[in-house]
């Protein structure tokens, strides 16, 4: 398995952006499904976005389409969710996590998770 660190995490108004980083300290994450889950006060941990290994499909729930943006350089090992137009309903503990089962959306088909890092949107 991989170990994975949540970085980029921060406090922001809202309609600014955070770029969020994970960091993986083993090689060949080519070989695993990544995700993005936030869990925030008061609320289960929910889906946010997913891609593929080879990086050639790409999820989200819906209240982020258009704003966030999931990609990956397995070269380098990391992930990244590049937030744009945050909301406070956006604050939550964000979450990476990496998985090798077919439902991207579910928390289920991903064993390893990272720690998290705190993103805080302000009106």
């Known amino acids: 398995q991989v170990e994975l660190v949540e970085s980029g995490g921060g406090l922001v108004q809202a309609g600014g952006s955070l770029r969020l980083a994970c960091a993986a300290s083993?090689?060949?994450?080519?070989?695993?499904?990544m995700g993005w889950f936030r869990q925030a006060p008061g609320k289960e941990r929910e889906f946010v976005a997913a891609?593929?290994?080879?990086?050639?499909?790409?999820y989200y729930t819906d209240s982020v389409k258009g704003r966030f943006t999931i990609s990956r350089d397995n070269a380098k090992n990391t992930v990244a969710l590049q937030m744009n137009s945050l909301r406070p309903g956006d604050t939550a503990i964000y979450y990476c996590?990496?998985?090798?089962?077919?439902?991207?959306?579910?928390?289920?088909?991903?064993?390893?998770w990272g720690q998290g890092t705190q993103v805080a949107v302000t009106s």
């Open positions: 083993r090689r060949a994450l080519n070989r695993y499904l």
């Open positions: 891609i593929t290994n080879s990086g050639s499909n790409v």
């Open positions: 996590a990496s998985g090798s089962r077919a439902i991207v959306r579910a928390s289920t088909s991903y064993d390893n």
